[in-house]
């Protein structure tokens, strides 16, 4: 069997697989080179692949524990395989996709819940002829680039991520939305995490945080836009360009993401997902929160309520 050839993408992440065909079950070797090529670089694009549903799901088991989709609106799941999530901006029935403006800001993948996504596997259908592109920042990079004064005062912070964050969530079915939210109350994670696998520790931020624990909002929605500012420049960055065929996937243990929104909607675009569950509960719901961080429990309740 033939090695795979990884060709750095971009200097933060990415990188190319080529000389595979993914409809093929992976040997073992294949699979060990595409799995260090994936915490090395974060993403990895696999070009000119035409998957079935099967064969994307067969691909993406290797890579973890796939996610049944249970907290998603059946109609945003394949009709056959609840294991592939369709992201589309179609019209169907007279009625927009739920996933029609998935991903709209900065965003890892389920961190308003207590596990986070170990990381996803988008395969691209259809796509409109311009726009529409995708962004991953390196938060290994944006952690390891601040000063070391920056660097003590988030060492031991917390954050609130909150659903209600998702940008264009109150353009949804409105019934979706509100059990989403009744599902996922805020829940709190350390800003600085460490992934299970590397070893190396990352800058969990995003646009999707409320506040963090034991500060004002005036003190965390200015820390928080300095670190989103800081983790998402460009020299973290790398923005994938999509063709039909490509398979991404991304690690989500160290990265966030953003589906630009920047094409002619009423083009088709047309994503099938599977998702690799999160291996650590690393969230806890604020309710939790005991002792001398109750006074910042209750400052965090109130700024959602
Ligand atoms: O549509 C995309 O490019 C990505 C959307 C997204 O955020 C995701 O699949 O997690
Ligand atoms: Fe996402």
Known sequence: MNAVTVTPLGFAAGAQISGIDLRAPLSDAQHRQIYDAWLEHIVLVFPGQDLSPQQQIAFSRRFGVLDQHESQAPSTLHPEHREILVLSNKVVGGKKSGT????????????????PAKGAILHCKEKPPVGGDTMWANLYLALETLSPNIRRLIDDLEALHDVTLIRGIEQRDPTVVAEMKKRNPPVVHPVVRTHPETGRKSLLVNQRIRRFLGMS??????????????ATSPEFVYRHRWSIGDVVMWDNRCSCHVALGDFDQTKPRVMFRCSLEGEVESGRLTQDVGGSDRQSMLQAVAAVS
């Open 100 to 115: 029609y403006n998935s991903g709209r800001n900065w965003h890892t993948d389920l961190s308003y819940t207590s596990r």
């Open 217 to 230: 909002d005036e003190e965390s929605q200015s820390l928080l836009a300095m670190l989103n500012a800081h």
